[in-house]
Nanobody, 125 residues
C-alpha cells in the first residue's frame, strides 16, 4: 500500500527547532514534487514549502527564511528543517506528493495526489 508518513512533530519552545520527516512507502519519491502544508485550528490550510524532483526548493513568504526543505532519495524521505519557531507556526503539518518529472521548479500551491496523515507541531513556552 502506497502511503506518506510524517513524523518529527512535537512541543517546542519559541525560538526552538524541529525537523519533520515525510517518508514514502510503496512507491519511490524520485520523480515526485513534494510539498509541505500546515493547518492551524480555525484556519485554512497553508502551503509552506515545495521541492521539485531535482531538488529546487520554494517557500511561502511567511516562512521568512526559517525553514529548509530537502530530500534524500536514497531514503525515500523529504525533510522540513524548521528553525526559529514561533507560536504562530503551531499547526498540523502535512506532506504531499505528486508525480512531476518535468518541472524543475515547484509552485507551492500545485495540486497533489497523495497526502500524509499529518504531524502536530506546537510552539509554546
Amino acid at each position: 500500500q502506497s502511503q506518506l508518513v510524517e513524523s518529527g512533530g512535537g512541543l517546542v519552545q519559541p525560538g526552538g527547532s524541529l525537523r519533520l520527516s515525510c517518508a514514502a512507502s510503496g512507491f519511490s519519491l524520485n520523480n515526485y514534487a513534494i510539498g509541505w502544508f500546515r493547518q492551524a485550528p480555525g484556519k485554512e490550510r497553508e502551503g509552506v514549502s515545495c521541492i521539485s524532483y531535482i531538488g529546487n526548493a520554494n517557500y511561502a513568504d511567511s516562512i521568512e527564511g526559517r525553514f529548509t526543505i530537502s530530500r534524500d532519495n536514497a531514503k525515500n524521505t523529504v525533510y522540513l528543517q524548521m528553525n526559529s519557531l514561533r507560536p504562530e507556526d503551531t499547526a498540523v503539518y502535512y506532506c504531499a506528493a505528486d508525480y512531476e518529472p518535468f518541472l524543475s521548479r515547484c509552485p507551492i500551491l500545485r495540486p497533489y495526489a497523495r497526502w500524509g496523515q499529518g504531524t502536530q507541531v506546537t510552539v509554546s513556552s
